[in-house]
């Protein structure tokens, strides 16, 4: 392994790091982006029973707010669902970003790597080429270990680059695809407790939660 670094040149160094750089986030965000842990299936059902069985205080309310993601949005949909179902709404897809934002965490780093380690295989190639064609006009095309020197480097990087950017631009397209899966779950999640908590509202028993309108007006 390391002969093959050594014949590929100074360029397999940072292709090495870009691939360290690729399994560190791969490994983070596999560990991460669990469902339960970013959007728990029976949360909803447990705030809604808080909710009505007039449970649903200021404590509870900061453990549901760093109980999950899914958490945080259900969170501030309570806060603000006295100031009506827009506002409430407007609430929860502002909090909403910021769960994205987390939730894309590295991600761009992780694409990036995908695309910049063709790139860096592809720069070696040319450089080995330089090498080959020098030799060549140096001292002819009689010296084959000069030339397989240079070939050598040619077809390590790009085969060095190729292997990390392809398993790199799967994943990038994978955790993408499981961002937007969480998102779209959290989301039919916030939209059902806003329409039962106003279907709760319009049958008038809003005035027998005390408690949730006292928390939420703080």
Do not use: K
């Given at each position: 392994m390391f002969e093959?670094?050594?014949?590929?040149?100074?360029?397999?160094?940072?292709?090495?790091?870009?691939?360290?750089?690729?399994?560190?986030?791969?490994?983070?965000?596999?560990?991460?982006?669990?469902?339960?842990?970013?959007?728990?299936?029976?949360?909803?059902?447990?705030?809604?029973n808080s909710i009505k069985n007039n449970e649903m205080d200021t404590k509870r309310l900061r453990e549901l707010r760093s109980n999950s993601p899914l958490g945080q949005i259900l969170a501030a949909g309570i806060n603000s669902h006295?100031?009506?179902?827009?506002?409430?709404k407007e609430s929860i897809e502002e909090v909403a970003s910021h769960v994205v934002h987390e939730l894309?965490?590295?991600?761009?780093?992780?694409?990036?790597?995908a695309a910049i380690t063709p790139l860096l295989g592809l720069l070696g190639t040319v450089i080995g080429m330089i090498k080959v064609f020098s030799a060549i006009r140096l001292e002819g095309a009689g010296n084959a270990a000069v030339l397989a020197g240079g070939i050598s480097e040619a077809l390590i990087t790009t085969a060095a680059g190729l292997s990390v950017a392809i398993p790199s631009l799967f994943f990038y397209r994978y955790f993408q695809r499981k961002v937007d899966d969480l998102v779209i779950s959290m989301e039919q999640e916030a939209l059902k407790l806003v329409e039962v908590l106003y279907a709760d509202r319009e049958r008038g028993s809003d005035s027998k939660k005390p408690e949730i309108a006292r928390v939420a007006s703080r």
């Open positions: 093959m670094v050594q014949a590929g040149g100074w360029l397999m160094f940072p292709i090495i790091l870009c691939s360290i750089v690729s399994a560190a986030i791969c490994t983070e965000r596999f560990w991460t982006l669990r469902h339960d842990q970013i959007a728990p299936r029976n949360l909803l059902p447990q705030v809604w006295r100031r009506g179902r827009e506002l409430m894309e965490r590295y991600l761009n780093t992780l694409g990036t790597v």
